[in-house]
């Protein structure tokens, strides 16, 4: 339980406290474990040791909310990832914004209206397949953003700095959203701009959601943007032995010159209570449709248990495998039509 | 209200607890807002975005106090600037010296003798232009330290690193301060030093302020350093219907040798209840009275809108325009002459 | 007390909630001080300024604990260093990994089999070197690893990343630990790799601390992997008045070709409670026994008096001088043969 959350269950028993009472939660994810991570490369390709967010990235974030009356909260968020293997944090590194990476957001929310928040932010497509994806798109072993739209969404770049998002309330499960993440490009309105809406709809066993995302290169020539165009397709479906999971993605690489990229991707995927856990599992694919690509093909099996010791603490275990052809490197690959592979075992705190 | 606060009155309404229970208080603000900033250059010189600290700098900080008994305290803070619009936050940007840039303190307050705080903190200049700008030097639009003294007070700048302040209690309204800020550079006491001295009287409506600061230069050699001398002179005074806010600087550079700069400045300003919110304006001037100077003065206007939706947040929207003459660029801008301007509308929410 | 401590006094007393809640709590010191530095360098070699940790590093840490029940805790601790002197921190200075650079850990402690950590941690040596040290191996003047074992473990160095520690319970005042860390060089388990074992006897007015200390060279030809052994024994006997401290370190450097690298390090200390505060002192030496060198040990003499305002903040004076025979330089000699010397006065405060 958070500190804020005691000390209000506190004040809401003895002291009859209002209830507009609000203040800072101090939260995180500490996730540590044994990591055998090889690249698929001829030779010593092999490295053990120690890794930060085998399960989930490693974390710390600090959020509040303010209630203002009238069904009108103000939110805010910051939220950074933590490399715990060696410390290092708050700086930039692969695929990592640096400081408030994660979240860094203030905004408000109507009871009547939904959601605005401003700042940096998960985009609707990572909004959309974080719910799909068995492993929640965390981690080293299984999240469907490695090599889903062609690996250009994995990790830190999901999120859209500069950005608003607009996130509607739900009504009997359907539930809207849409974001504007703005180029700051001088004298550009396109250049590096982002936009993406998303649909859903979640009641009882069943969610489906759909998400659509068009990015705007950087270019100094604005005549030569590309645009990367990427739709989403998901639903899972809970049986309750089993819950099923399934994706689709089509992502279109618009060039002003040449071939255009074009990539569809494939997930089934399966998460169920097994003996005292849970396991998790996916097959994903990433086919590269780009005319003229030959063999430019990746397949991912991913697998993981987790046994829980608490609601806030569990131990897991994950094995994934990713299988490139000969003329591509996708996932942790050093060459092309290498195939790399990591084995995990750790165990992770959530604060 | 803060979880301290939050746990103390507990505390204090059941367990009658002593007087000195003391604890760390996280606090900060996040200040996000869509912005269109021109540099008044030639051509595509215009950027939209969603920006940080528009009204005030988003920031993250933990302070403390520790009751010692016979009217002494312990004191200490940590604040570091976010950029909440990238998330970006404790590296080096420009203006800003990373990590806890805005405060880095530990010292004693007594109520006999006043507060002694060592560290980083804002030099006496910085806590006296801070009560007289109608903006409190805060945010994109208004700030007075963007013009004022030329420019070299500007954001961060108006800190010190290295330094012991000394602050003196109240007497009838007035109050002292003085600081200096060690330079740090091997046998010299002089190169990169910085001493300041302060007096202000605030008492009923009228609060006046004055300021002089020292800035020596880091130089290998010795005998060239030069000193930055700056006075700064200020006041307002509170009608109830409207505050009146003015302020005089004069900024010397002494060069050993060639000509020293020179520079005057004034500001006018205006802080008013609006309709349902509070209205700010200052017209800022940057005279260069340097020896030869020609057509290098600039003016500045600014003007912002503030709208409560709680005591910690609130709405608000800006514009300022800076008139840079022929041969000086000031602010925004990108070139000699060029006339920069931002219109913003953004929440402020402090938590 | 710590905010979570509060909140769990006062859930304690008044709500008789179950005793697995736990809580984030934020930590740390602010250690600032005057501090007139001597690289013991000819001309102009003393520096005057404003210093962070005189006598402990500036820090801010969050940590936590949660009951799993059954005798078995969940733990984590993130810690970095803040330079509270000018504000930086988080980022990667010299001796200092950046980001949560003194912990980074997640793990788990049962009652019966005692705690295994994951992440970034101080190392067995470190760890019983802190406890003999008068000094606890900590701030600027006296901190034993400035000079022990030829200063390869001064600072940060005594700290591991990737790596995992077991340490297990006391039985009579015996304790044991032992920590791997992980090289994480491809295909080699050795390059970079770092071990040690520990053993101590806590109890009475007697500290006994033994440990022994790997450390493999990171090189890409895997046959030039140097290994950095160091052994370290020491105690403390508190006769009340006086408590003693003595320590012995043998460090031998073994070179895959030439002469291996020999150090032995001897400490005399004592603390004391004198008039209101107490005193610390230790005289320590390097002694280069590597077959060949000539004038290469180094002796270092420190003293502080601490004096105690509150049980979490105090004032503090040392003066330490470190003497280099003619062809070495260790502590912050600027110089071979050069005697760097350090006097400071400060107030650090926990909160």
Known sequence: M???????????????????????????????????????????????????????????????????????????????????????????????????????????????????????????????????????????VGAISNIFFNGTLSGDLGRISNSVKYTSNSYSGFKANAAYGFGEVAGSTSANSNY?????????????????????????????????????????YDFGVVKLHGAFADTKVDFPVG????????????SAPVGPGTIFASYAVNDNKTTGSVDQDTKKFAISYSYDLSKRTNLYTGYSKTSNDANVKLGTSAANGSDPSIFNVGIRHKF
């Open 196 to 236: 993406g809406l998303g649909l859903g709809y979640a009641n009882g066993p069943l969610n489906v959601q759909y998400a659509y995302n068009n990015q705007d290169s950087t270019n100094a020539a604005l005549a030569n943007i590309s645009k990367t165009k990427a739709h989403f397709l998901g639903l899972t």
């Open 259 to 270: 071939n255009d990229g074009k990539y569809r991707n494939y997930l089934l995927g399966v």
């Open 2 to 140: 958070k500190k804020s959350l005691l000390a209000l269950a506190v004040l809401g028993a003895f002291a009859g406290a209002a209830s507009a009472q609000s203040s800072v939660t101090v939260y995180g994810i500490v996730d540590l474990g044994f990591a055998s991570t090889d690249t698929g490369a001829a030779g010593n390709s092999r490295t053990n040791g120690i890794n930060s967010g085998g399960q989930s990235a490693s974390r710390i974030g600090f959020k509040g909310t303010e209630d203002l009356g009238n069904g009108l909260k103000a939110l805010f968020q910051l939220e950074a990832t933590i490399a715990a293997d060696t410390g290092s944090s708050f700086t930039a590194a692969t695929g990592n914004s640096g400081g408030f990476n994660r979240f860094a957001t203030v905004g408000l929310q109507s009871a009547t209206f939904g959601t605005v928040l401003l700042g940096r932010q998960t985009s609707v497509v990572k909004d959309a397949y974080d719910q799909i994806d068995p492993f929640g798109d965390g981690g080293t």
